[in-house]
């Protein structure tokens, strides 16, 4: 999906208002002197607060779908801020899109 770069410092929730962190194992490619995410990535989710029936069934974490189709970063596609995914709740459902916040805006990627 072509759009800016997501980075370690961007900001995404998960649709329940949980805030997404990247776990990134680049250490070569930055963008604002933060690494630039990739679908090999980890994203967590923490504060998720959804609920089923009363019972507690938190977003866990973010898998990508779809990211950056003509460049690379370390052999990997980056995600952009236009990127799809899903939050995964902690049963393993998924429960909705993510929502990039704000991201860098100076290097975009097709």
Known sequence: MPGPLF?????????????????????????????V???ADQYMVAGCVFNIAGAPTPCL??????SATRVLVNGIPPITALSTGLSMLVTGAPGGPPIVVTTQPRVSAL
Request: charged share 5%.
């Open 37 to 39: 995410a990739t679908l």
């Open 7 to 35: 980075h370690v410092g961007a900001v995404a929730m998960c649709p329940h208002g949980g805030m997404v962190t990247t776990i990134s194992s680049n250490v070569r490619v930055m963008v604002t002197g933060m690494p």
């Open 61 to 66: 974490r973010v898998q990508w779908i779809t």
